[in-house]
């Protein structure tokens, strides 16, 4: 159990930083949605399932979809 | 250039006082020991007072009721403004979308009567499951945005969604007005509570929350249309 | 062990807080600043169920009437970061439409150069 929390921090940490490197502005979107998606699942292992429920269907999919659409309507190179 | 070194260095040297400083902070707080007691209260009395099996829903919903109000004027006033920032944009001619295939467009239409049932059982049954309106309301506004991305040259009509979402936002004020004529105060449980773990229990709690899932559904696909619009 | 297992909770939701303010510091397009306030206010909500936890603790919801109200977690924290997480999607849309106007005035989302623009 332990190892499996140490994963996903970790797999979160790597995420984050990414999307502080990366020049492309659609991998940065994407890769703020992985951190989304693994602070639900950490979300999960907390004993809050209403939390989890709620971060996974707002914060990984409607907020990723909205940065998409605002990319595509301005430049897509940082 | 050395203008842009010197602005990395000197944030990376403000996070490390400020990482410091809160460290030293967060030691004292130990991890997994019960630290408050008023969750003790709302625990040991919730479904007496209440009705509703889910404790984190009782206390959204009738221990904390006001802060709900303020969240939805919220959500409310930033729907407004984004209407009003990008819906006064002059329209040019469209350009042309590519329709997309067969298979697509299909499956599309066929999934979508599906999420929208699953996104109305989850708002429905907010007092007895983990759940509620908010996150039934995003399953819903997740639906409707498969539909523009699929399938081209679908898009809702604005007006009923507008009506939609400012009569759910009056039904939760006229509910709350309501307990005010029939007990002491504003957003009093006046329904009966019933038997715990069925449909029909927990007084205003279904009401409630039946209103914020439509509320906050409408509002979310009318956010995904303005900024879709091609201008 | 025993402190990554006590702490691992306090320390990932403090390095995503950390990443995220050296986004907003140090980076001059609009969109990854916005994308590094989605970061930060990750990291908060993180920290503040951690903060919320018992061990051996179960979710607070009475599925079958005879479950022991001794070891259920704090419902208090959970309820104030559900409104959090909505909260910050209406200011995160907000935001981005002021971008995108801000795009076709200008037609550059580069902070300095913006700074310099008079009136």
Known sequence: MIFLVTLTVFVMLACAVAACILKDLLSAAITAGVVSFCAAILFYFLQAPDVAMAEASIGAALVTAILIIAIRRTKREE | MSNIRMRNIIGLILLFIIAFAVILSIIEIPF???????????????????????????VVLNYRGYDTLGEVTILLIAALGLGAVLGTIKRKAKKEITPSSVVLSTGCKVLFPFILLFGSYIFL?????????????????????????????????????????????LIFLIVGLLGLVFGGYFLLNFLPKGIPNTLFSAGIIPIIYIAIGFKVGSELTGVIDNLIEES | MIFLSNYIYYIGAFGLILIALYILLTRHNLIKKIIGLSILATGVNLLIIAIGYIKEGTAPIFSNPNLNPQNMVDPVPEALVLTAIVISVAVLAMALSLAIRLYKHYRTLDMRKIKEQRW
């Open chain 2, 32 to 58: 997994g020991i019960p630290k408050t007691t008023v969750g003790n209260y709302y625990i040991n009395n919730g479904i007496d007072e209440t009705g509703a099996v889910n404790i984190v829903t009782s």
């Open chain 2, 125 to 169: 049954h907010g007092h007895l499951t983990p759940g509620g309106g908010f996150q039934g309301g995003a399953i819903i506004a997740s639906g409707y945005l498969l539909v523009y991305l699929g399938c081209a040259k679908r898009r809702i009509n604005q007006n009923r969604f507008k009506i939609t979402e400012s009569l759910s936002a």
